[in-house]
T-cell receptor
């Protein structure tokens, strides 16, 4: 398996624009997570899905953030409108009753 | 609420020395504990997973121990190499039906050649 695949790897956008981050979890994994990492706050869990259903979205910072998982092999994290304080590395991870595996992340810069 | 602490925050050692990284957690009722490595600008790479019923796990030069009752795990890296320089994070999972991980802030290791 190629592991957890995220796209794009880097994204630079202007404040106010919509940003969509994409994730393909490891095949057969039934849990998917979106994390955000910054120097100030470290790793923060934004939301996680189990069997495509959102289980805990308490980490989603504001209504500007939304996440979907339309099927077992794809998830998106959308920020609309984006703000400079959203600049961070966003990680997707997946798990199936054992180890959690992370993607390489999307480095988002909002200018 | 589970709190995970990693001390020290940074560590610098000469090549060849053994590394000892500490992780402590406040709630001993965990399902498993996982150690990760993160290189600058990269994602997290899983190193070792220890189930709550296990005392230790080994992979090559890496050995992780778990003492649930005292809320501690230790990652040992034998005969360190410059390529071991990275940030090491531990994460605990609370229950079998709860997949959320609680992460420590990490220990940044520098191995000097």
């Amino acid at each position: 398996d190629a592991g957890v695949i995220q796209s794009p790897r880097h994204e630079v956008t202007e404040m106010g624009q919509e940003v969509t981050l994409r994730c393909k979890p490891i095949s057969g994994h039934n849990s998917l997570f979106w994390y955000r990492q910054t120097m100030m706050r470290g790793l923060e869990l934004l939301i996680y899905f189990n069997n495509n259903v959102p289980i805990d979205d308490s980490g989603m910072p504001e209504d500007r953030f939304s996440a979907k998982m339309p099927n077992a092999s794809f998830s998106t994290l959308k920020i609309q409108p984006s703000e400079p304080r959203d600049s961070a590395v966003y990680f997707c991870a997946s798990n199936s009753r054992g180890e959690t595996f992370f993607g390489q992340g999307t480095r988002l810069t909002v200018v | 609420k589970q709190e995970v602490t990693q001390i020290p925050a940074a560590l610098s050692v000469p090549e060849g020395e053994n590394l000892v990284l500490n992780c402590s957690f406040t709630d001993s009722a965990i399902y498993n504990l996982q150690w990760f490595r993160q290189d600058p600008g990269k994602g997290l790479t899983s190193l070792l997973l220890i189930q709550s019923s296990q005392r230790e796990q080994t992979s090559g030069r890496l050995n992780a121990s778990l003492d649930k009752s005292s809320g501690r795990s230790t990652l040992y890296i034998a005969a360190s190499q410059p390529g071991d320089s990275a940030t090491y994070l531990c994460a605990v999972r609370p229950r079998s039906n709860d997949y959320k991980l609680s992460f420590g802030a990490g220990t940044t290791v520098t191995v000097r050649a």
